[in-house]
C-alpha cells in the first residue's frame, strides 16, 4: 500500500467560505417545530445529535490521513497501538520531503525499500528456495530500510501526545554522499543538516523535551557526521551531530562513538532480508552443513597511501599461505554489487580476518559471520565495544582476537588458527548461527512468529535508553539518558 506524496500541504487551515444566510421563514419553522417537542423529546433528540457529533470528531481524529513518502511502503498505516504497546509508542515525523524522499529522486537510484535490486548473480551460491531472500544492498541504505520499518511498526502512533519516543526519517548519510563528491563545498554538504536544525528547533515535541525523547538512523559511520561548522571546505564529512537540535538525539549509527552514550551501534544491512523464519532456518542449515576447504579468508585490498597498513600485512600473509587462506582482492574483484566472489570466500572458510575499515567497523564483519565463518578481530573495537545488542557477550564464545601488535611482531595467523581442534572451531561457528537472527534485517512486509531481527533489537535499545529518563520526566540533558 503506498502512501501519499507528502511535504506541499500547508500546515494553516483555509478560512471557510461564507454561507448565505437561511431564509426568514425556514427558521422560524424550526423555532416553531422545537416549541411544539416535549422536554423529555428535545432532550433525546441534543442527546443523539450530541453522540453524532462526537462520533464524526473520533473518526477524524484517529483515521487523520498523514502524508507520506511515495517510495515507502507501510502496511499497517492508520492501526491502532495495541495494549501491549504501552510505554513502547513511537511518533514518525512527517518531514518535509526535501529530507528523504527527494534526497532518492535526485539519485535517481531503485532503492526498494533500501533493499535494492534482487541479486540473482547468487543463484547457484545460495540456496535457490532462499534466493528471492537476497538484494544487491548497500550498506548506506539502512536510512531507508529503518523508515519503512518505522511505518509499519506495531507500536507506531498517529498522536504525538501519546508516543514514547519521536522518529526523525532524514535520510542524512544519502544527503552527504550526493554532494560529496564534485564540485561541492562546504556549505553544499551542510545545506541539508542546517534546515533539519531549523525546522527541529519549530517543532513542539521538540521544543518539550529538546530532542531527548527524538532518535535518528544514520546509515554512515558516525565520524561523517562530526566535521566542525568552522572547518575549512576540505574537510571531510557534515557538521549534522554538532548541531544545536542534535545534541540530546540518540541515534542509531552502523558505527558509534565508543565515548558517546546516546549513540547506538547497529548491524550493517547485509544482502540477506529473510521473508519468513523458515528462510532463516533454511540459511542456517546450509551455511552449517557446509564443507569448507579453507582454514580462513581475508577480504580486502591494501592501501598504498598508508604506510605499512595492516590491511596490506594481512594480504601479504594470505598469500604466503595459499594453501590455508583464500583472498579476495577487492583492487580487482567486484567487493560491492552482489558480492558473489565474498560470499564464496566466506562460505569456503573456517574464520574470516576482520581489520578496521575506513572506521573501526566494517561491513565485511557480518557478511562473514552470515556465511556461519568464524572472525578474527585485531582491534577491540570493530565489534567488542560496538554491537553489545546483537552479538554475544563474551567475545570467546564466537570469536578469535589476535592483537594487531602481535601480528606486526611475528605471530602466526595460521597457527594459532590451527590451534582450536575441530570440537572448538563447530562450537564458535554454532555460536554465530545462533545470532543470525540478531543481525538480518527482515522484509518489512513480513511478520516473524517468534524470531526478531536487528531493527526489532535495535528499537528496544533506544527504548532502554529513555526508560530511566521518563521516570524521571520528560526533560533531560545528555548526561541525564
Request: charged letters at 25%.
Amino acid at each position: 500500500m503506498l502512501l501519499p506524496v507528502s511535504g506541499n500541504q500547508s500546515t494553516e487551515l483555509e478560512s471557510p467560505t461564507k454561507r448565505p444566510n437561511k431564509s426568514r421563514s425556514l427558521k422560524s419553522r424550526v423555532k416553531s417545530s422545537l416549541s411544539n417537542l416535549t422536554p423529555i423529546c428535545r432532550t433525546l433528540l441534543l442527546l443523539v445529535i450530541l453522540f453524532h457529533v462526537s462520533l464524526v470528531l473520533y473518526l477524524t481524529r484517529t483515521h487523520n490521513p498523514s502524508p507520506s513518502f511515495s517510495n515507502i511502503s507501510s502496511n499497517t498505516y492508520g492501526s491502532l497501538p495495541r495494549k501491549s504497546c504501552d510505554s513502547r509508542r513511537i511518533y514518525v515525523y512527517e518531514l518535509p520531503p526535501t529530507f528523504n524522499n527527494d534526497l532518492l529522486t535526485s539519485s535517481n537510484t531503485n532503492l526498494n525499500d533500501g533493499f535494492g535490486l534482487p541479486a540473482r548473480e547468487l543463484a547457484g551460491i545460495v540456496p535457490e528456495s532462499i534466493l528471492p531472500s537476497w538484494y544487491q544492498t548497500d550498506l548506506s541504505w539502512g536510512e531507508v530500510m529503518y523508515h519503512n520499518r518505522m511505518l509499519n511498526y506495531k507500536c507506531r502512533t498517529l498522536e504525538p501526545e501519546s508516543a514514547t519516543a519521536f522518529y526523525i526519517p532524514f535520510y542524512a548519510g544519502i544527503a552527504l554522499r550526493m554532494y560529496s563528491w564534485g564540485n561541492y563545498n562546504a556549505t553544499d554538504r551542510g545545506w541539508h543538516p542546517e534546515k533539519l536544525n531549523k525546522w527541529l528547533q519549530e517543532q513542539k515535541w521538540w521544543k518539550r523535551s529538546k530532542g531527548s525523547d527524538h532518535f535518528i538512523m544514520l546509515g554512515r559511520i558516525t565520524w561523517d557526521f562530526r566535521r566542525s561548522r568552522e572547518a575549512s571546505d576540505a574537510e571531510w564529512g557534515s557538521s549534522l551531530l554538532n548541531l544545536p537540535a542534535m545534541e540530546n538525539v540518540v541515534r542509531l549509527t552502523i558505527e558509534r562513538n565508543v565515548w558517546d552514550n546516546l549513540e547506538i551501534a547497529v548491524p550493517y544491512p547485509t544482502a540477506f532480508h529473510p521473508r519468513s523464519e523458515s528462510d532463516i532456518a533454511g540459511w542456517q542449515g546450509f551455511v552449517r552443513s557446509r564443507r569448507r576447504n579453507h582454514l580462513f579468508a581475508f577480504v580486502g585490498d591494501a592501501r598504498e597511501w598508508i604506510e605499512n597498513d595492516f590491511r596490506g600485512v594481512l594480504k601479504n600473509k594470505c598469500l604466503e599461505e595459499s594453501t590455508a587462506c583464500r583472498p579476495v582482492d577487492c583492487g580487482r574483484e567486484n567487493c560491492i554489487d552482489g558480492k558473489t566472489a565474498v560470499m564464496e570466500a566466506f562460505l569456503y572458510s573456517d574464520f574470516c580476518l576482520q581489520p578496521r575499515g575506513a572506521g573501526f567497523t566494517g561491513q565485511s564483519v557480518f557478511e562473514c559471520m552470515l556465511a556461519g565463518s568464524i572472525p578474527v578481530f585485531f582491534w577491540g573495537r570493530t565489534a567488542y565495544m560496538q554491537y553489545e545488542l546483537f552479538l554475544p557477550s563474551e567475545p570467546e564464545s564466537y570469536s578469535v582476537f589476535i592483537h594487531r601488535n602481535d601480528v606486526r611482531n611475528g605471530t602466526d595467523i595460521r597457527r594459532v588458527l590451527e590451534g582450536f581442534g575441530r570440537a572448538e572451531v563447530e562450537r564458535l561457528r554454532e555460536k554465530v548461527i545462533e545470532y543470525i537472527p540478531r543481525f538480518v534485517y527482515a522484509k518489512p512486509s513480513q511478520r516473524f512468529r517468534k524470531m526478531r531481527d536487528a531493527f526489532d533489537f535495535a528499537i528496544d535499545g533506544v527504548l532502554s535508553k529513555y526508560k530511566s529518563h521518563m521516570e524521571r520526566g520528560r526533560i533531560a540533558n545528555r548526561d541525564e539518558i
